[in-house]
């Protein structure tokens, strides 16, 4: 696990960010990254382990941050959120397996499986495995290559037959070491 960073990328501003438009057929509605929240504003989350600090997402999406020329490294966890694994009772159903119609609204409880990018000035500088729901937190730790100007946190749904997109991803305690 990463020591705490000087500077949490939650306490800074982005450049830019970006959110995938939902797939048709699915019942996800797009929500933007938020600060030191979940995407549904619940506390950021993994494995019922609670964090203050960090971004909470809905994939794919991607959020670029300005590099400092102080900043050294790069420290976040990174996981798929506890709220994809929360029942919120979709049109008054009760779960899973006992789903007989469509469902017209927002659900929850479903197998996500993301992965995670760190990348400078366009070029990729660290790739997660794909983290299904209940995995533990993942570690990224990457050095700042000297003299970048930008570093994009991104977010990708892994394509399966057996995952759903848009998943909800958290970067936790992600920020910089400073000198």
Known sequence: ?????????????????????????TYAVKKA????RSVDDNILSSRDYKFFKGIGIQAPSKI????????RRFIA??????????????????????WSKAIKGPTSYRISQLVFEVSFDGKSAVKTPALFNG???????????AGARTMELAVHDVESRITDPHGHGDWLNAGFVAT
């Open 135 to 145: 995995d533990k937190s993942w570690g990224i730790e990457v050095a700042v290559p």
């Open 33 to 36: 990254a938020r600060f030191n």
């Open 64 to 71: 670029v941050f300005q590099v400092k020329p102080e900043y």
């Open 1 to 25: 696990m990463p020591r705490p960073p000087d500077i949490f990328v939650s306490d800074l501003e982005a450049v830019s960010q970006w959110t995938a438009e939902p797939k048709q057929g």
């Open 77 to 98: 966890l990174v996981a798929v959120d506890d709220e994809c694994m929360r029942w919120d009772s979709p049109d008054g159903l009760k779960q899973w397996p006992q």
